[in-house]
C-alpha cells in the first residue's frame, strides 16, 4: 500500500493454533517471569480474520464475532491481543494518516485452552497490518514487536516446528519430516491459569512432592529432523501435567480414555487444560471421535451454543495436523 488509502480495503487470514510438544520450567527469573524450554508446533487448527481497513480521523478498531456465547467469552475493547497489536503496529510505524479497522472475527480455536488462540490472533494482524503498508518491517522485527504482546506471540508469527527458549520468545527453527496427526481434546467447563500453574509448580517442585516427567528437547528434535516416530514420542513430556492432573483427576482421567483408544501418545499442551492425542491418521480421529462424543455422524462439528445446550458430552474435540507456517493472507481486495 503506498501513501494513503484511495478507498477502503479488506484482507482475509488464517491464523493456525501451536501444541508444545515438550514443556520444561528450568528456573524462576528476577522479573517473575520462568525460563522455559519447550518444542512449539503449529497445527491446522485456524481462526480466520476478515479485516478492513480505511483512512479515519483517528485510530480505531472495532472487532466482531458472530456466535452469542463468543462475545461473552472474549473481550471485543481495546484489551484483546488483535487491538493491542493494531494499536502497536501504528504506533511503531507513525503513519501521517489515522486508520481504522473492522475485524470479523471467526474463532475456531478453543478460548482458555493454551493453544494460543489469542496470540496467533495478533500475529494474524501484525502479518496483514505489515502487508497492507507495504512490508515495512521484517518478520524479525514483527516478532520484536510481537513480544511485548505476548511470549507466545513471536512463534505464532513464525509457524513451524520451533524451540521456544527464554519466556518463549527466544526461537530457533526446527526442520520437520515428520508428518504428526492430533485430536485436540478440551474439558469445555475446565480453565486452568497459568500463573497459578507456575506457582502450583514452584510449591511443589520446593516440597519435593512432583518428580519432572521424562522429556527430551534433543530427543524430540533429532525425531523430527529423521523422521523417527519412536524417538519422537518417546521424547515428549510436559512438567505441568502431574501438578494439573493432581487438581484435576477429571482430566487425568480424559488422558486415560484417550490412551486406552490406541493413540500413539497423550499430553498437555502448556499449562491445559487441553489434551493432545498423536494418532495415526484423521481416520483414527474421526474414530476415536465418535467414541468419545457418542457421536455416529462423521461429518458432525462439536460445540456449539445448541449441542452445549442439548448437555452431549463436554469437550471440544477437534481433529488437526502439524503444519509448517504461521498466519496466511488469503487475499487482499480494494472495496
Known amino acids: 500500500m503506498n501513501r494513503t488509502f484511495a478507498k477502503s480495503k479488506t484482507a482475509i487470514v488464517r491464523a493456525p493454533a501451536k501444541v508444545n510438544l515438550t514443556f520444561d520450567i528450568l528456573s524462576l527469573r528476577n522479573d517473575g517471569f ?44 481495546r484489551t484483546n491481543l488483535i487491538a493491542r497489536a493494531f494499536d502497536a503496529f501504528l504506533g511503531r510505524l507513525a503513519p501521517a494518516r489515522k486508520y481504522k479497522a473492522v475485524v470479523d472475527l471467526d474463532k475456531r480455536i478453543p478460548i482458555g485452552a493454551g493453544l494460543a488462540g489469542g496470540s496467533t490472533d495478533a500475529a494474524a494482524m501484525l502479518i496483514v497490518l505489515n502487508e497492507l503498508f507495504g512490508n515495512k518491517f521484517s518478520l524479525e522485527e514483527l516478532m520484536e514487536l510481537g513480544a511485548q504482546l505476548g511470549s507466545d506471540v513471536p512463534f505464532c508469527l513464525m509457524g513451524g516446528t520451533a524451540v521456544g527458549r527464554g519466556r518463549g520468545e527466544l526461537l530457533e527453527r526446527i526442520g520437520r519430516n515428520l508428518e504428526l496427526s492430533f485430536c485436540i481434546v478440551k474439558p469445555l467447563k475446565l480453565a486452568v491459569s497459568t500463573p497459578w500453574a507456575f506457582k502450583k509448580y514452584d510449591e511443589n517442585l520446593a516440597e519435593s512432592k512432583t518428580a519432572k516427567p521424562p522429556l527430551s528437547l534433543a530427543g524430540v528434535r533429532a525425531g523430527l529432523e529423521n523422521a523417527d516416530l519412536e524417538l519422537t514420542l518417546s521424547s515428549l513430556g510436559n512438567v505441568f501435567q502431574p501438578v494439573i492432573f493432581d487438581a484435576h483427576p477429571e482430566l487425568k482421567k480424559l488422558h486415560a480414555d484417550l490412551l486406552s483408544q490406541g493413540v500413539f501418545a497423550c499430553h498437555m499442551t502448556g499449562s491445559g487444560p487441553t489434551l493432545f492425542a498423536i494418532s495415526s491418521g484423521r481416520e483414527m480421529g474421526h474414530h476415536i471421535r465418535r467414541h468419545m462424543l457418542k457421536d455416529d455422524e462423521i461429518g458432525y462439528y462439536y460445540g456449539t451454543e445448541e449441542v452445549i445446550r442439548e448437555a452431549h458430552p463436554p469437550l471440544d474435540f477437534r481433529l488437526a495436523e502439524a503444519v509448517s507456517y504461521g498466519p496466511r493472507v488469503l487475499s487482499i481486495s480494494e472495496n
Open 34 to 77: 520462568h525460563d522455559i524450554e519447550t518444542v512449539f508446533q503449529a497445527i491446522s487448527l485456524e481462526d480466520e480474520l476478515n479485516i478492513e481497513i480505511q483512512e479515519c480521523d483517528s485510530n480505531e478498531i472495532e472487532i466482531r464475532v458472530g456466535e452469542a456465547i463468543l462475545r461473552k467469552l472474549i473481550p471485543l475493547d
